[in-house]
T-cell receptor, first 114, second 115 residues
Framework: DAKTTQPPSMDCAEGRAANLPCNHS???????VYWYRQIHSQGPQYIIH???NNETNEMASLIITEDRKSSTLILPHATLRDTAVYYC???????????????FGQGTILTVHP | GAGVSQSPSNKVTEKGKDVELRCDPI?????LYWYRQSLGQGLEFLIY????????KSGLPSDRFSAERTGGSVSTLTIQRTQQEDSAVYLC?????????????FGQGTRLTVV
């Protein structure tokens, strides 16, 4: 019960923006949206998280819809090294079954090609 | 240390033997997580520890699996009477706490092969 739905795979041209969607229609009011990625043969790496406002850091931007039922991770200028599996996760700040642990779904395999 | 360290990096064991996997979290991190990832699959939560609280063991697949964390630092995941379906990469992660806003840092994992 990962509580999120992502497309299994996406392609992106190097240098272009990669927009990775995630549906979380059953998200609760106290649940945050997290994104991690896993490059082949490595452990997952944190990217970004948010509650309801859009967020930006040095790696990516996170756009969360007003009803919070979906979000989009944006890699503004994808490089070949961004090829990875991207996981969208919902996680509660306190209480509830998702408190504390990160529950990973199948994620989206993003392939960045030259 | 600079990151989460796991040992061994690879382990091959015979079916029926017990194995111990070790995780050294980042110094000062109070939360520690264990996950496993079978070939071509996503990450499966096993257990997490937070400070002195009782661990959340809800993801352990059977009573052959157990984990402990001594002194709030190093953790050991033990699998008794290993089976072939236990073959996977076992990943450990740590974070400053389990509160939102604290990212989890993952180790490189231990690849367990049961033959």
């Amino acid at each position: 019960d990962a509580k999120t739905t992502q497309p299994p795979s996406m392609d992106c041209a190097e240098g272009r923006a990669a927009n990775l969607p995630c549906n979380h229609s059953t998200i609760s009011g106290n649940e945050y949206v997290y994104w991690y990625r896993q490059i082949h043969s490595q452990g997952p790496q944190y990217i970004i998280h948010g509650l309801k406002n859009n967020e930006t850091n040095e790696m990516a931007s996170l756009i969360i819809t007003e009803d919070r039922k979906s979000s989009t991770l944006i890699l503004p200028h994808a490089t070949l090294r961004d090829t990875a599996v991207y996981y969208c996760i919902v996680r509660a700040n306190a209480g509830g079954t998702s408190y504390g642990k990160l529950t990973f779904g199948q994620g989206t395999i993003l392939t960045v090609h030259p | 240390g600079a990151g989460v360290s796991q040992s061994p990096s690879n382990k091959v064991t015979e079916k029926g033997k017990d194995v111990e996997l070790r995780c050294d979290p980042i110094s000062g991190h109070t939360a520690l997580y264990w996950y496993r990832q079978s070939l071509g699959q996503g990450l499966e939560f096993l257990i997490y520890f937070q400070g002195n609280s009782a661990p959340d063991k809800s993801g352990l697949p059977s009573d052959r699996f157990s984990a402990e964390r001594t002194g709030g630092s190093v953790s050991t995941l033990t699998i008794q009477r290993t089976q072939q379906e236990d073959s996977a990469v076992y990943l450990c992660a740590s974070s400053r706490s389990i509160q939102v806003g604290t990212e989890a840092f993952f180790g490189q994992g231990t690849r367990l092969t049961v033959v």
